[in-house]
């Protein structure tokens, strides 16, 4: 079993920055088998996945709309991922949910899943 707790979102002006971090615990993690990835929904649209972070390598993928402004990282002695969002856009208004997949990264769904956590991008 895997557990993923995510924390960090809140209310942030246009233009501002957010930190989400997703901590990683149970018997069955190891950062050797999964791949950990940022999702997000946003009300009456289908969930997106965001970015991700391979298993092995911490290769580091995002999608088109964050690239450039998103980044990923892992601290392994941690056991935490991390989303670091900058130059905020009212349309990243989302919940964003930490997942991990026990293949490789992948934007069509994960083996598990955390609670998730409230961005909100506005004046």
């Known amino acids: 079993q895997v557990q993923l707790v995510e924390s960090g979102g809140g209310l942030v002006q246009p233009g501002g920055s957010l930190r989400l971090s997703c901590a990683a615990s149970g018997s069955g993690f190891t950062w050797d088998d999964y791949a950990i990835g940022w999702f997000r929904q946003a009300p009456g649209k289908e969930r997106e996945g965001v970015a991700c972070i391979s298993r092995v390598d911490g290769s580091t993928y995002y999608a088109d709309s964050v690239q450039g402004r998103f980044t990923i990282s892992r601290d392994i002695a941690k056991n935490a991922v991390y989303l670091q969002m900058n130059s905020l856009k009212p349309e990243d208004t989302a919940v964003y949910y930490c997942?991990?997949?026990?293949?490789?990264?992948?934007?069509?769904?994960?083996?598990?899943w955390g609670q998730g956590t409230q961005v909100t991008v506005s004046s």
């Open positions: 997942a991990a997949n026990g293949v490789k990264c992948s934007w069509y769904g994960a083996d598990y």
